[in-house]
């Protein structure tokens, strides 16, 4: 059906067949309408009155035989006054000759009063307004005509035929075949085609057509037109290959804008034939495969690519629907959303799981894009399909190990390790059961195992066999027969990193593993081996800088002894004031890190005496003032000894520092309240305390109360008061001089 109802004009005097074609034509379309006149005068009075631009017929149904006129005559009228309408004869007698007469004059087509032509008449004459109204669209765009004369030509007249007949068809004329070589040479066009108009016999002509068809290759068609008795040159150019040619007979005239048009839209449609021809190669050679369907889904085309893709055959696929590829890894809802954006008019693509011929799943990136009719309604889909399934695999290959290598980064150790590295690959291969076995020496222990594969730590035999297979071995193994298994498939696979075997990934599960997943097995394991490895070095420098420290901590309490035996008279002291520092410390919310440093500062707190001359620092009575300002100068002495050891720095507090006073009155630097590190304060007041509560050459110890008096009345002058009650607090948890013992 056309795509608006048609509007017909019938000329018919014979009111029965009137009638009858009104009901034939309303049985094809009923919706079709029908203004019908009854004679011939009658006919031309509305002909006369309609306007070229604003004509609302699609068509005129013309009888030849009115009572009061002749139809031809009315045919001609319509012609010879340009009316955009659509001809159809419509004729019960008079012969072959009639129609014919009737066609040349410019009927578009005829239908014969016989016996069944009211079933065929309604296609006939929809096809036939079609086809006017198409050839007039045509002619409305302008074609350029070179016009070429040789000799005296009667050119002007035909010109002006064209110019009022066929407006549509501009001619440009040129005088011989040099001005026009000459302009082809510069670069303009030929026009949409060459009409060459020779009036005399001449070679020259035939000269200019092999010329522009064999060497210029001139792709515009070419028609030559002669005088009668001169076909013989026309047919010598039409062997060269000219579009066609024309005799100058009488009434050639009418015949030229058919001739020319003809000419145009043949080159036309060659072109488009040829695009379409190259098109059709193009998509049929195309990687991608491609596939055509209608609106509801069923395939009309595929190209070879398909079948590479698919497995389907053409012959298979076509008139299926596209859900012969559906694999059912994509829900109802996926399917919805496609159709709902094609059907819309819009392009979709993504990415799906399809299936083969053969069963096999494959990944695929789609591009679907919508072709609307000239109604503007969708009819047809094109899908342009691209297997990447390996391009997924890749992915998901980067995505598995770069996932599995952040859960292994978190792990600090070996024993935090092998959990995290086995559920990762449990979980990436669906495995029943896993294991990570170590090497010691020449044999195998199993480091960790899930589920069943903890048997192993009870078959000394098979972890043997298993480390003679793993020997030499760089990639995965298949293991299962030496594990005896029936059902499942075990595989090992070597985990080497520094040129050495770091440990065996042993995996059970039900199917075997594909190659993407062997390979997929084997980078994991490089990962995993990476990251056992640099665990291990970890473990080890770890257990490297506990011994170191232990030594750096056993010097210091070497260096510690060495004061006390030298001081003898506070012997045992900084033992004692360091314990109990470091309990208040605790109190007062030092972390671990800041406790060791507050131990090995309060175990030196007296290292600079080291450089106070034993005369002073022995003798037995009081010191005098100059003595006294040397041996004030030992915390100073202290940091000058410290200091360059980098380790010992966060331990400077309380060497320096203890013997300054919270109102600013102690030494050396005359620090006051809180200038002072909290270390430092809180070991002045556990060094006081000890020296208060110890014998001295000078006086015997003091009392535990008395000592706590003290140390409460020197709150705010000498110590921290906030210290001063943390230290109160312990000392009573304590519950005697526990830590004096």
């Not at 034939?24 to 203004?35: P, S, V, W």
């Not at 042993?506 to 490089?526: F, G, H, Q, T, Y």
């Not at 004061?563 to 109190?587: F, K, N, Q, Y």
Request: one cysteine or more; aromatic letters at 6%; hydrophobic letters at 45%.
């Amino acid at each position: 059906m056309p795509p608006h109802h048609l509007h017909l004009l019938l000329i018919e005097d014979n009111p029965f067949d009137a009638d009858l074609f009104r009901r034939a034509m309303l049985l094809h379309d009923a919706k079709i309408k029908i203004t019908h006149i009854d004679s011939y005068q009658a006919a031309y009075a509305h002909l006369n009155n309609l306007s070229t631009t604003a004509i609302t017929y699609d068509g005129v149904i013309l009888d030849l035989h009115l009572r009061d006129g002749d139809g031809l005559d009315l045919l001609a009228y319509m012609r010879s006054h340009h009316l955009p309408l659509a001809v159809i004869i419509l004729t019960g007698g008079g012969g072959d000759h009639m129609v014919i007469s009737a066609l040349k004059a410019g009927a578009d087509d005829y239908v014969i009063k016989r016996d069944d032509y009211l079933d065929r008449i309604g296609a006939i004459i929809e096809q036939a307004c079609q086809r006017f109204h198409s050839q007039q669209a045509r002619r409305s765009q302008t074609i350029t005509v070179t016009y070429i004369e040789f000799g005296a030509t009667d050119s002007e007249a035909t010109i002006h035929y064209l110019q009022r007949i066929a407006p549509h068809l501009h001619c440009v004329p040129m005088r011989g075949q040099r001005a026009f070589l000459h302009n082809l040479a510069r670069g303009h066009s030929a026009g949409d085609l060459v009409l060459i108009d020779c009036a005399q016999p001449r070679l020259a002509m035939l000269d200019l057509v092999k010329e522009l068809l064999q060497f210029r290759r001139l792709t515009q068609p070419i028609i030559v037109m002669a005088q009668p008795g001169n076909e013989e040159f026309p047919l010598q150019a039409l062997r060269l290959g000219v579009a066609d040619y024309i005799i100058k007979r009488e009434g050639f005239l009418s015949q030229l804008p058919v001739v020319l048009e003809n000419a145009h839209y043949r080159a036309q449609l060659h072109q488009q034939n040829e695009r379409l021809r190259l098109q059709a190669q193009a998509l049929n050679d195309a990687a991608n495969a491609i596939m055509i369907a209608d609106r509801n889904g069923i395939i009309e085309w595929v190209n070879p690519a398909f079948t590479t893709l698919t497995g389907y055959e053409a012959a298979e696929a076509i008139g299926q629907s596209t859900r012969l590829l559906r694999s059912g890894k994509q829900d109802q809802a996926f399917y919805a959303a496609l159709w709902d954006q094609i059907l819309a008019g819009k392009p979709w693509h993504g990415r799906l799981m399809n299936r083969r011929k053969d069963g096999s799943l494959y990944h695929e990136e789609m591009t679907i894009t919508p072709v609307a009719n000239e109604d503007g309604v969708i009819s047809h889909f094109i899908a342009i399909k691209q297997d990447i399934s390996e391009q997924v695999a890749r992915e998901q290959r980067r995505t598995t190990l770069a996932a599995i290598g952040t859960a292994l980064r978190r792990a600090q150790s070996w024993a935090e390790l092998t959990p995290i590295l086995l559920g990762q690959v449990c979980e990436v291969f669906q495995a029943e059961s896993i294991a990570l076995l170590r090497p010691d020496g020449e044999r195998l222990h199993v480091d960790l195992a899930l589920s069943s594969l903890a048997i192993l730590a009870q078959q000394p035999d098979v972890l043997a066999m298993l480390a003679a297979q793993f020997r030499n071995v760089n990639g995965p193994l298949n293991v299962t027969r030496l594990l005896h298994e029936t059902e499942q498939t075990v595989i090992g696979v070597p985990l080497q990193a520094a040129n050495r075997l770091v440990g065996i990934l042993v995996l059970k599960r039900a199917a075997p593993l594909s190659e993407a997943e062997l390979d997929l097995l084997n980078d994991i394991a490089e990962l995993a081996a990476n990251a056992l490895h640099r665990t291990d070095l970890f473990d080890q420098l770890r257990a490297a800088n506990t011994e170191l420290r232990a030594a750096y901590d056993a010097t210091i309490e070497g260096w510690s002894h060495a004061l006390d035996l030298r001081d003898r008279e506070t012997e045992g002291h900084s033992r004692r004031v360091t314990e109990l520092t470091v309990r208040i410390a605790a109190r007062m919310g030092f972390s671990e890190e800041e406790l060791l440093h507050v131990r090995r500062g309060a175990l030196l707190h007296d290292i600079g005496k080291m450089g106070i001359p034993d005369a002073i620092l022995l003798k037995p009575g009081p010191l005098n003032d100059e003595e006294w300002a040397i041996m004030r100068t030992h915390p100073t002495l202290a940091v000058e000894l410290l200091r360059p050891i980098a380790f010992l720095t966060p331990a400077l507090d309380i060497p320096w520092c203890h013997h300054e006073k919270w109102d600013g009155t102690g030494y050396p630097r005359g620090l006051r309240g809180e200038e002072i590190p909290l270390a430092a304060r809180i070991f002045a007041v556990a060094d006081v305390y000890d020296a208060l509560t110890s014998d001295r050459p000078y006086r015997t110890a003091w009392s535990r109360e008395r000592a706590l008096a003290y140390i409460r009345e020197q709150a705010g002058s000498h110590f921290d008061p906030r210290v001063v009650a943390v230290f109160e607090q312990v000392i009573a948890e304590m519950g005697s001089n526990d830590i004096m013992k």
